[in-house]
């Protein structure tokens, strides 16, 4: 009797430290530090997209100055000019594109200016107090967003998170610190912390 309650607490202790150490190997398996060019969007001129909102200028214009919204095609749709494509551009690569198709029949020397009045949002998922879509603000960091989304949840991982991000037609994920920069459009998720 004495070793039938010895041998099920050894298959208990057993059972008990296998499923401590497959625990910790998954954890360890769904590691994914950024890639290289996960942190060199953050090095580069910043790309309209859809749910950007501009404001453009034309001197001398006033009809045609105004803010417009980036759809979800990527266009703005534009007085005169229709349909211009603002996905993937910068402000400066707008600019140039609005006054030629201006200078085509329209204005003789215009001179346009494109500033991002609203950046697109982004969203914060996971153990956070209210998870959804908050608006970006330049200098936006990690923790700065989860402190807008109501901060952690008692159960949060409070040292990293995941961000996924589009940079250059690809979609990327990666862990980061909380101190780590944000971009529009990023998504961060909060993980569970394992105790």
Same mark, same amino acid.
């Given at each position: 009797?004495?070793?039938?309650?010895?041998?099920?607490?050894?298959?208990?202790?057993?059972?008990?430290?296998? $499923?401590?150490? +497959?625990?910790? %190997?998954? @954890?360890?398996?769904?590691? #994914?530090?950024?890639?290289?060019?996960?942190? &060199?969007?953050?090095?580069?001129?910043?790309?309209?997209?859809?749910?950007?909102?501009?404001?453009?200028?034309?001197?001398?214009?006033?009809?045609?100055?105004?803010?417009?919204?980036?759809?979800?095609? $990527?266009?703005? +749709?534009?007085? %005169?000019? @229709?349909?211009?494509?603002? #996905?993937?551009?910068?402000?400066?690569?707008? &600019?140039?594109?609005?006054?030629?198709?201006?200078?085509?029949?329209?204005?003789?020397?215009?001179?346009?200016?494109?500033?991002?009045?609203?950046?697109?949002?982004?969203?914060?998922?996971?153990?956070? $107090?209210?998870?959804?879509?908050?608006?970006?603000?330049?200098?936006?960091?990690?923790?700065?967003?989860?402190?807008?989304?109501?901060?952690?949840?008692?159960?949060?991982?409070?040292?990293?998170?995941?961000?996924?991000?589009?940079?250059?037609?690809?979609?990327?994920?990666?862990?980061?610190?909380?101190?780590?920069?944000?971009?529009?459009?990023?998504?961060?998720?909060?993980?569970?912390?394992?105790?």
């Amino acid at each position: 009797m004495a070793t039938t309650i010895q041998s099920k607490r050894k298959s208990h202790i057993i059972f008990l430290a296998l $499923g401590f150490a +497959a625990m910790t %190997l998954a @954890g360890c398996a769904s590691y #994914r530090p950024a890639p290289p060019a996960f942190h &060199e969007a953050l090095n580069q001129p910043y790309l309209l997209d859809a749910g950007d909102r501009v404001r453009i200028t034309v001197f001398e214009q006033p009809s045609l100055s105004n803010n417009y919204s980036v759809d979800q095609s $990527g266009y703005i +749709a534009f007085p %005169l000019i @229709g349909s211009v494509p603002a #996905r993937g551009k910068t402000s400066k690569q707008l &600019e140039s594109i609005i006054a030629s198709k201006l200078r085509g029949g329209y204005l003789r020397d215009p001179d346009v200016s494109v500033e991002v009045d609203r950046y697109r949002p982004i969203f914060v998922m996971g153990e956070v $107090g209210a998870a959804g879509q908050y608006s970006y603000v330049p200098g936006m960091t990690v923790q700065k967003a989860i402190a807008a989304a109501g901060g952690f949840s008692p159960r949060a991982n409070q040292e990293n998170v995941d961000i996924t991000r589009q940079f250059n037609g690809e979609v990327l994920t990666g862990r980061v610190l909380i101190s780590s920069p944000i971009l529009p459009g990023d998504t961060l998720y909060v993980r569970e912390r394992l105790f």
